[in-house]
């Protein structure tokens, strides 16, 4: 049986900016080296799998190289495609089971948000090889269960960031978020998001950094509701809401390919 594949901008208001994501709509489970060799074909920064369940939908992420535990742009793309094709109501809530736990998705008008567990990160120690990595200086170093977060001194250090991406793979975490002040009138702060480790050398735009970006930024600037954007090549908005211990990312989507798997 064939099985609908899409790729979809995440994050976007138009074609071919925001984070592209593939989605695998599947009828039930399926087995994870099958999956893992998908997304090494789509290439993508992540591939979504998606398949029904009594209660919701089963929800599963994979980088070219490893299964993932959490992905803001690729939920955002599954959520969009399940509501363009009909599969799930329009306006509507859809409950996604993940790696992660439950994750809910709404939807209110062009904008999709995504009610995520906030992913505060503490200061610790810079690691070995850290900043002349990312050859910046770093105001402040923190982690939290997947990744590095560094604040740098301003919108241009973050712009100009050419890592050494092998000296980053070797740092024990999923990726390195790196952030700033914003330089652009509206938003609050850029970040860009390294994970080479994870076959991602820069990704596009990140949603579940936003988890940690979101808790960071509300301390500084003292307020809940907060607009990033995240400087990479392709660019792409994320609006952050943090309400208690979750950050709820919103964001909108577009829809670039459709197409059966053979």
Avoid at 112 to 140: E, S, Y
């Amino acid at each position: 049986m064939s099985v609908p594949l899409f790729i979809v901008d995440a994050f976007a208001t138009a074609p071919f900016t925001g984070n592209p994501a593939a989605v695998c709509l599947l009828p039930g489970p399926a087995e994870p080296g099958w999956m893992q060799a998908l997304a090494a074909e789509m290439n993508l920064s992540e591939t979504a799998f998606v398949s029904p369940r009594a209660d919701g939908w089963d929800l599963r992420w994979f980088t070219p190289k490893v299964e993932v535990a959490l992905c803001g742009h690729a939920t955002l793309a599954s959520a969009h495609t399940l509501w363009e094709t009909g599969r799930a109501p329009a306006g509507g809530t859809i409950r996604f089971h993940t790696p992660s736990g439950w994750l809910n998705v709404t939807q209110t008008g062009p904008d999709i948000t995504m009610d995520f567990p906030a992913m505060p990160v503490a200061a610790c120690p810079t690691p070995d090889g850290l900043t002349t990595a990312l050859g910046a200086k770093a105001l402040f170093v923190g982690r939290n269960e997947f990744d590095y977060l560094i604040e740098v001194e301003s919108a241009a250090a973050l712009r100009g960031l050419v890592p050494d991406f092998s000296a980053l793979a070797r740092l024990p975490a999923r990726g390195v978020i790196v952030t700033s002040h914003s330089d652009q009138v509206g938003v609050d702060f850029l970040s860009r998001f390294f994970a080479p480790a994870a076959g991602v050398n820069e990704d596009p735009v990140t949603g579940s950094a936003h988890c940690a970006l979101g808790p960071f930024w509300q301390q500084r600037l003292g307020r809940p509701d907060l607009v990033g954007f995240q400087a990479s090549p392709r660019g792409g908005l994320v609006r952050v809401g943090m309400r208690g211990n979750r950050a709820q990312l919103s964001g909108r989507a577009i829809t670039v390919l459709r197409g059966l798997l053979a």
